[in-house]
């Protein structure tokens, strides 16, 4: 995460911050690269079910920290979004009819609301602040929704325009698209519909606005949501900026 231009001219540091789908793969001249970047922590925003299902491979020189975004979210749980994927009824049940991206906008809203993602942003911007913790590396599963909320809120932050921020945001698409491609061909030789799924295996600029809208009714702006909503100090929020804005 990082090269895009502020509004007044500065630009984000790269080699700081990194993201990337869940690390079960990690192995061969992936942790080659891995060490390479020298990544000092990993926070993996995953629940439960998915650690439990995919465990990680974290190398031992790197600190493995766990800030599950969504404990306690009721409704759909990603690990049954995930089951749901495996089997075209359930899919149809689950998804059709626009439910499918109606309930990625109430996640993506539950990315502001819920306790436990307040705390678990909270916890790895606090330690971004700290260059002991860096770099670091945040993932979830795929890598583009609760990941790709904790890199777009810094953006802003960091005074990214919004614009510029959706646009990377959207990036995810090209970049997921051949891991991704699986899960299409899996669910239609199922006799799934790849359509009833595209809706939440792709992000949507109707996702990251949610949030957007959800951050700006609850807190009003970018820095109220990092003071009052993550609880980050100033002197947290000046670490992040001069760790991660060059200087013009």
């Known amino acids: 995460m990082g090269g895009l231009t502020t509004a007044d001219g500065r630009r984000v540091r790269t080699g700081l911050l990194f993201r990337s789908a869940a690390l079960d793969g990690l192995?061969?001249?992936?942790?080659?690269?891995?060490?390479?970047?020298?990544?000092?922590?990993?926070y993996?925003?995953?629940?439960?079910t998915e650690r439990t299902a995919r465990p990680d491979r974290v190398p031992s020189d790197a600190r493995y920290v766990v800030v599950d975004v969504l404990d306690g979210l009721g409704g759909h749980s990603p690990g049954e979004?995930?089951?749901?994927?495996?089997?075209?009824?359930?899919?149809?049940?689950?998804?059709?009819?626009?439910?499918?991206?109606?309930?990625?906008?109430?996640q993506y809203r539950a990315f502001i609301s819920l306790d436990s993602a307040r705390g678990a942003f909270g916890r790895v911007f606090r330690d971004l602040a700290d260059e002991g913790?860096?770099?670091?590396?945040?993932?979830?599963?795929?890598?583009?929704?609760?990941?790709?909320?904790?890199?777009?809120?810094?953006?802003?932050?960091?005074?990214?325009?919004?614009?510029?921020?959706?646009t990377d945001f959207m990036a995810s698409n090209e970049s997921?698209?051949?891991?991704?491609?699986?899960?299409?061909?899996?669910?239609?030789a199922r006799g799934g519909d790849p359509e009833l799924i595209?809706?939440?295996?792709?992000?949507?600029?109707?996702?990251?606005?949610?949030?957007?809208?959800e951050m700006r009714s609850s807190f009003g702006t970018i820095e109220r949501y990092f003071e009052d909503g993550l609880g980050l100090d100033q002197q947290a929020l000046r670490g992040l900026r001069t760790a991660f804005l060059e200087s013009i």
């Not at 993996?44 to 439960?48: G, I, K, P």
């Not at 909320?149 to 325009?161: I, K």
């Open 27 to 42: 192995e061969g001249a992936d942790v080659s690269e891995f060490t390479r970047l020298g990544i000092r922590t990993v």
């Open 44 to 48: 993996d925003l995953r629940t439960e």
């Open 81 to 106: 979004i995930q089951e749901a994927m495996r089997n075209p009824t359930l899919a149809r049940e689950a998804f059709r009819d626009g439910k499918g991206t109606a309930m990625f906008v109430a």
């Open 133 to 166: 913790c860096r770099p670091a590396l945040i993932h979830c599963m795929g890598g583009k929704d609760r990941t790709g909320w904790a890199a777009a809120s810094l953006q802003l932050l960091l005074g990214v325009p919004a614009d510029l921020v959706m």
């Open 176 to 188: 997921l698209r051949p891991m991704f491609q699986g899960f299409f061909d899996d669910f239609e």
């Open 198 to 213: 595209a809706e939440f295996l792709w992000v949507r600029p109707a996702y990251l606005e949610a949030a957007l809208e």
